[in-house]
């Protein structure tokens, strides 16, 4: 064994050896991190659920749960992934809420920290696209639209589109490569990677059917007076 080789890894990201300079560890505790980001997503949905039903009573919960999700979606979006776009090159030196949340995060996936060409052309995207367009389907619930469902399609498409390439890329990587992007421990890969990603595969299915099956008894409705008169 050489000298380099038996030097200990400069950062906790697999593979060990991935190149990520100026790391430094987070100052803030696991449990401050993760305190404060549900705090301010739980904060964040009462505000937005208790707005949408003093402004439309008449909305049903569903659709107030609605705009809770594509409100929520679009602040993580435009946000919190604004915030990796913005800041990719320096990631691994931040010291910042949500720097410190990313190097967290990046434990399961540490492309985050390398400024890996698909995460950062794909966090790209959601960030100019998906997220503001998450803002105009909230606001088109919230308004009874019926522009809604067809962009709520285009939403949850690209949600579950994005997740699969974001999973495909990863896995490949892991497996035919063999070059890990996560740590070991099961919490890492299990909570962190698949779960908090599931989210978006999971809901945006549930809106897809939603509006597919809301579109497609419209169309139903409004075939069958022509159909009638057609008969006639």
Known sequence: MTIMDSKAPLHPYYPLNAQIYDYAPNEASLFSILTTASVGAAALLG??????????????KADRLAILWFALSGTIHCFFEGYFMI????????????????????????????SDTLVLCMETITVLLWGPLCFLVAYLTLSQHPLRHPLQIIVCMSHLYGDALYYATSLFDHYVHDRPYCRPEPYYFWVYYFLMNFI?????????????????????????PSRQRKDR
């Open 87 to 114: 800041n990719h090159a320096r990631m691994a030196s931040a010291q910042d809420f949500f720097g410190q949340l990313w190097k967290e995060y990046a434990l399961s996936d540490s492309r985050y920290m390398t």
């Open 47 to 60: 505000i937005i659920f208790t707005l949408s039903g003093r402004l439309r009573p008449a909305l049903t």
């Open 200 to 224: 978006w595969i999971v809901v945006p299915f549930y809106y897809l059917y939603q509006s597919i099956r809301t579109i497609t008894e419209a169309l139903r409705v409004l075939e069958n």
